[in-house]
């Protein structure tokens, strides 16, 4: 088994999503999930997660557990103190895929067990529109699960939580008097808390078909009308087109000179260069550089939210 294998349980957890691309997954996996050509930054879903965790910080101060709010978890009685750093919080799952992330929160619940708990700035789902991201969470905090508690030792992990935190911007809108001050103007967030049940064969499962993916040389077929492969089929033809034209050139400068060899040892440096920078960035991939491994989700756009 190639003991090289990381995965974060997001990403894994992309592998039971209705909307699922074997072909993209396949690409992403080994492109370590970096999205290619993203620019794009939402730095204010990090400023809304610190809000959320110094209200909880504040409640678990003042009163040592959590008001009715965050029901069903409002016996959660303290924070567990443990590096949530991705370079610190990960376990070599038996399989020989390491498997690592950057939990929101970890909890120590009145009777001892752990609870994972994850961020959600969003409107919860239901009825009608459920989530369809759901799947993928419940792995995320269930991972992030077996790593706290088989690989850190933090003790028996009793649920997963996703806190969703939803803004009242109806109200707002509706109404910006009420919500303004002095040139200021603040918006409500309302909790509600989504339980998750912890089953670590799901993981074990996810993680042997993720190894099926690892160890395939050739993407497998795409799924019908997938947006995101009909744009990586643009990228490669883009791609070829600009091959072919270089290789135009080159055999142009080369007949212009008349077979020059100064010309064709410098075209031929050209081409060197050309495969030699594919190889390079190839390499860097391999070498399982951690800037290239980790996505926390928050920060930029994953390309497992688009379909």
Known sequence: MNQG??????????????????????????????????????????????MQEAVIGYYLEKDGCLPKAFSPFCDISARVEVNKHWTKFGYLHKSGVWLYGQPDEVFYRQDGSVVIWDHKTAHPKSGDEPDEFLPQYTIQVTGYGLIAEEGLGLGRV???????????????????????????????FVPEVHPVDIDYLRIDKLLKEAIKFWESRVPPEGRKRCNLCKRLKALFAIQQSVDNEFSVQDRRAIAASGNDQWVIRSVASRLADRKSSVIEALNELQDGADYLDFDDGTRSLQWELLS
């Open 5 to 50: 294998y990381r995965i974060t349980p997001r990403n894994l957890g992309s592998l039971e999503l209705a909307t699922l691309c074997p072909a993209c997954f396949w690409y992403r996996l080994h492109l370590r999930f970096q999205p290619v050509l993203n620019e794009f930054g939402a730095a204010v879903f990090s400023d809304c997660q610190s």
């Open 158 to 188: 009793s649920a997963g939580a996703l806190g969703y935190w939803s803004i009242q911007n109806d109200a707002l809108v509706k109404n910006p008097k009420k919500f303004t001050r002095d040139g200021e103007f603040w918006a409500s």
